[in-house]
């Protein structure tokens, strides 16, 4: 997962250096008034989401199958846990024990 935030900030990081440098060779417009960094900031934000979708599938894909390998380890040592409580709780009950 960190591979993947890494990349896409490293596309977001090359697309703030071209549009900077569209903006101030004039190929792109100036934000009004004091808003420039805004402007440039938002529009490399809009042309690097695209970009990522398509060059960072694969590396998508594989993070996901990551996430629901943990999230399924999760589900599994939680039911584990909860079986062996019920297991205790059985046996405490079987013996007269209060719970």
Same mark, same amino acid.
């Given at each position: 997962? /960190?591979?993947?935030?890494?990349?896409? @900030?490293?596309? &977001?990081?090359?697309?703030?250096?071209?549009?900077? #440098?569209? =903006?101030?060779?004039?190929? &792109?417009?100036? #934000?009004? #008034?004091?808003?420039? /960094? /805004?402007? =440039? /900031? $938002? $529009?490399? $934000?809009? @042309?690097?989401?695209?970009?990522?979708?398509? =060059? @960072?599938?694969?590396?998508?894909?594989?993070?996901?199958?990551?996430?629901? #390998?943990?999230? !399924?380890?999760?589900?599994?040592? @939680?039911?584990?846990?909860?079986?062996?409580? !019920?297991?205790? %709780? %059985?046996?405490?009950?079987?013996?007269?024990?209060?719970?």
């Amino acid at each position: 997962m /960190l591979r993947y935030t890494l990349m896409r @900030l490293g596309i &977001f990081a090359g697309c703030l250096v071209v549009v900077w #440098g569209a =903006v101030y060779s004039g190929i &792109f417009p100036r #934000g009004f #008034g004091n808003s420039n /960094l /805004l402007w =440039v /900031l $938002l $529009l490399s $934000l809009v @042309l690097s989401a695209p970009i990522s979708w398509v =060059v @960072l599938r694969k590396e998508r894909e594989r993070a996901s199958v990551q996430i629901v #390998g943990k999230v !399924d380890r999760m589900k599994a040592n @939680l039911e584990a846990n909860r079986s062996q409580e !019920d297991i205790a %709780d %059985d046996s405490a009950r079987a013996q007269g024990q209060p719970s």
